[in-house]
């Protein structure tokens, strides 16, 4: 289970949602509508990132599609972002439009820029 903060307020769950500002934990649709350009971080692990926005996580992930650029440890499953990805191990695919910076990748991996694998 992860700890989200979302521009200060603290959440916890296994799957999150930020889509239109609106915010969707476990299914459950939580606080009012955010506006703006949204800050989230992540401490601890969960299993689906789906966000607008850009994300930091200090922990892994099941699968995460984000908005923005992604920076994260280790994902199970596959990495999608409109930025750039730099992250630990990938189970999956990766694609950004921007840079990938990545461990080892199971899968496939397509950026709009560099692409970096240690």
Known sequence: MGIFNIDGRKFSGNSISIRNGRVTIDGDLVGGTLTGNVRLIIEGSIEQL????????????????????????????????????????????????????????????KAGGSISRG
């Not at 992930?61 to 920076?71: P, Q």
């Not at 596959?78 to 899968?107: L, T």
């Open 50 to 109: 789906d966000t607008d926005s850009s994300v930091e996580m200090t922990g892994s992930a099941g699968s995460v599609n984000a908005g923005g650029s992604v920076d994260c440890g280790d994902v199970t499953g596959s990495v999608q972002a409109s930025g750039s990805v730099e992250c630990g191990n990938v189970g999956g695919d990766v694609k950004a439009g921007g840079s990938i910076e990545c461990g080892d990748i199971a899968g496939s991996a």
